[in-house]
């Protein structure tokens, strides 16, 4: 998405439940990107508290710890050095998330891209929640998107299914020319 040279310029990235870790929420919101993920067990998620102390009448049982916007503002110069420079194409996203999923304690970055994270996770959850219109379209993405993976398995026949390359060029071809398979026979 973020290498994309049309004319069309997608800003939200829809994933399973699996793709919405509380530091890519805060990746993506840097990069102008609104990560709209299906959520699966959405009672064990937590909403943060704006601030230390804030009371909700009706639903402030479902707010646990407050949002650390020291450590937001702590980090905050190094997250925009580094989301300005996967939008220049001068580091991959995919290399920074990696960076991001270590909780080694000595890895502030990932402690600041989890804080905001937290913010942006919770301004979501309220939003899913509250639109119904939101959660179907989600949904329904979501299996679309499932339904096509699982045709594109079924239409892969070489090697009996398995990509027997271990050059990452390679693995890619094969897999374009997969979607490509798959796409045609759709049309």
Do not use: C
Request: aromatic residues 10%; charged residues 25%.
């Amino acid at each position: 998405m973020l290498e994309n040279d049309s004319d069309i310029q997608p800003d939200t990235v829809q994933s399973d439940t699996h793709g919405q870790s509380l530091a890519v929420f805060g990746l993506a919101h840097l990069l102008g990107i609104q990560l709209i993920p299906r959520i699966k067990n959405i009672k064990r998620l937590k909403l943060h508290r704006p601030e230390s102390g804030a009371k909700f009448r009706h639903i402030n049982g479902i707010f646990s710890d407050p949002i650390d916007y020291n450590v937001i503002a702590r980090e905050f110069q190094e997250k925009l050095r580094i989301a300005m420079s996967i939008k220049a194409g001068k580091l991959t996203a995919s290399t920074i998330v990696q960076r991001l999923t270590g909780k080694s304690r000595k890895n502030q970055l990932y402690y600041g891209f989890r804080e905001l994270g937290r913010a942006v996770r919770t301004h979501f959850l309220m939003e899913y929640i509250a639109d119904g219109g939101l959660r179907r379209m989600i949904n329904a993405s979501t299996n679309k998107s499932e339904l096509f993976n699982k045709f594109s398995d079924w239409v892969f026949f070489y090697n009996k299914g398995v990509i027997r390359e271990n050059d990452r060029h390679e693995q890619g071809k094969i897999i374009k020319w997969n979607h490509l398979a798959t796409n045609m026979i759709i049309f």
